[in-house]
């Protein structure tokens, strides 16, 4: 019984936390308690919350993904190409852009395990590459035009008469619950769970390690690349710049969330509430107005540092009674 708490107390400490603060610029702000506040959290990181997803699995194998944002850069420009300069439909370049990001992961993957590399180095590598690759293609954003953008970006699941979720929102929720399944109810979500917690004890129970990493950065380099095909429509541009520091964003919204950075530990409900964690803090202080969006990046980072802290102490808590 104490054991399954200790397990779930992260989860139950972030969700807290994101109640504690919903509830506390609901206070201070009275037009903040609202349904429309809360659906806007989930539609400003729609993009975000996408690549997080995937961040949050390969963080569970207790790798890295650093390249994420980038991707996202590159498949952003490479959709806009695709459709405006080269007239190929939106759905087929979609397919071929989500697809090429995955060969890309599997590539980074396959890297990793069969040379023993780092994933730092071998996925920052990766983010040079996929930024540099962006700006190759066009050095400006590209606006794109076309029949099938304008429907999707103008259409709304309407909650009620006044408040709708648009596309961004949709495949945000429709990726997070694809995430949840494949973390917590696939042998592969357990799989990468084994193999963060102890390679070596992975591999020794017969797990396919090098299979496992390979598709998990195949994954994570698919969803990052959904993530672009996403923003395209969000934002009815593809920009070789876009994503920058995202990849940080991510990993701070998986930490945040209660994943264990070592791997082996963490929940995908996590996630989503570090994800609605960091909308609060900036909507918060947008509707401060006085305050600079430096402090969103202050708090974000005391939160990471508290939680970072917090499993470090959770470790040590298991090895001693393990002694």
Known sequence: MKAALQQRLPLLTTAGIF???FVAAGMLYPRFFSERVFVNLFIS?????????????????????LSVGAVVGFISIFMATLVMKENVPPVLAAVLAVGLGALFGAMMGAIIHVFR????????????????????????????DHPLYDKLSGYLLML????????????????MAGGYVVAHHTRFGRNLLAIGGSEQSALLMGLPVGAVKVGVY????????????????????????????????????????GTLLAGGRGHMLGTVCGLLILGTINTAISFNGSLSPAWSRI?????????????????????GRQR
């Open 19 to 21: 109640v504690l603060l």
């Open 45 to 65: 990181q729609s993009v975000l919350g996408i690549v997080a997803v995937g961040m949050t699995l390969v963080i569970f194998s207790g790798g890295i993904d």
């Open 117 to 144: 590399q780092p994933p730092f180095l071998i996925t920052l590598a990766g983010m040079f590459l996929a930024r540099g690759a962006a700006f190759w293609i066009s050095t400006e954003a590209t606006p794109i």
């Open 160 to 175: 009620n008469p006044k408040l709708g979720l648009p596309v961004s929102a949709l495949a945000l929720l429709a990726v």
């Open 218 to 257: 195949a994954l994570c380099s698919a969803g990052a690349a959904f993530a672009g095909v996403v923003n395209t429509v969000y934002m009815g541009s593809g920009n070789p710049a876009f994503g920058a520091g995202m990849e940080l964003d991510a990993i701070a919204a998986v930490v945040v969330g």
């Open 299 to 319: 708090v974000v980072g005391v939160l990471l540092l508290s939680f970072i802290l917090l499993q470090r102490l959770l470790i040590r808590g298991v090895r």
